[in-house]
């Protein structure tokens, strides 16, 4: 049993920052790789950015690349997800996810264990 827990979301305008943060708790093991999605509403969820507990990464190049990087303290149980040049279309609820693996996966599928979420709001 893992626990996630984000936090940071809130409203921004356009071209701002936010930082979020995800904190894992329980039993979780040494090669976890963590990552973030989000949903719109009326979308399916889409995958944001990932990160091995080893330093596999990955992000979604047609979205968010470029402005949005993941990385995570070990030490504190905690994967960030730094978003920058934030757009409207940005607008989402982002969750955080964990899997059991070593290698880095962008399909929901594919992840464990869910947090709750964290709303983020980008106004024009």
């Known amino acids: 049993q893992v626990q996630l827990v984000e936090s940071g979301g809130g409203l921004v305008q356009a071209g701002g920052s936010l930082r979020l943060s995800c904190v894992a708790s329980?039993?979780?093991?040494?090669?976890?790789?963590m990552g973030w999605f989000r949903q719109a509403p009326g979308k399916e969820r889409e995958f944001v950015a990932a990160?091995?507990?080893?330093?596999?990464?990955?992000t979604d190049a047609d979205s968010v690349k470029g402005r949005f990087t993941i990385s995570r303290d070990n030490a504190k149980n905690t994967v960030y997800l730094q978003m920058n040049s934030l757009k409207p279309e940005d607008t989402a609820v982002y969750y955080c996810?964990?899997?059991?693996?070593?290698?880095?996966?962008?399909?929901?599928?594919?992840?464990?264990?869910w947090g709750q979420g964290t709303q983020v709001t980008v106004s024009s």
């Open positions: 990160m091995s507990r080893g330093g596999i990464s990955s």
């Open positions: 329980g039993r979780t093991g040494s090669t976890y790789t």
């Open positions: 996810a964990a899997r059991a693996g070593i290698v880095v996966a962008t399909t929901s599928t594919a992840y464990d264990y």
